[in-house]
């Protein structure tokens, strides 16, 4: 609970905000240069339902930065139950990592068949 407490000091610490008193999102993705709102929105959408690591790479990667937090993109497998067959199917979700410890952030909002 304290390194909790410790992130969430950081993220407060950090945090910035327009003349009008309005957070700011000062998001930093790599591999995409835009401030648009709208514009990471739609990329970080079509990540979560088309992103998957080469064949031997790690099930995560790191895609940018925000307040000092990593944020991350991880590939997962689930089993279900089909007409009594078991069958695998992939989701992608969000995260960010301070200090060693996971938030998830955000999930694709529904698992996909791959």
């Not at 993220?11 to 709102?37: C, H, M, R, T, V």
């Amino acid at each position: 609970m304290d390194k909790l407490t410790l992130d969430e000091s950081r993220y407060k610490n950090q945090l910035e905000y327009d003349k009008e008193g309005i957070k700011l999102n000062p998001i930093q993705l790599d591999n995409f240069n835009s401030s648009d709102a709208e514009a990471i929105g739609i990329y970080l959408i079509k990540q979560s339902f088309n992103w998957k690591p080469n064949i031997g790479e790690d099930g995560t990667m790191k895609i940018g930065d925000l307040y000092g937090f990593d944020l991350f993109i991880r590939r997962q497998k689930e089993t279900y139950e089909d007409k009594g067959l078991f069958e695998y199917r992939f989701q992608n979700i969000f995260f960010a990592e301070g200090e060693r410890i996971w938030h998830k952030i955000f999930m694709e909002p529904g698992p996909y068949q791959h």
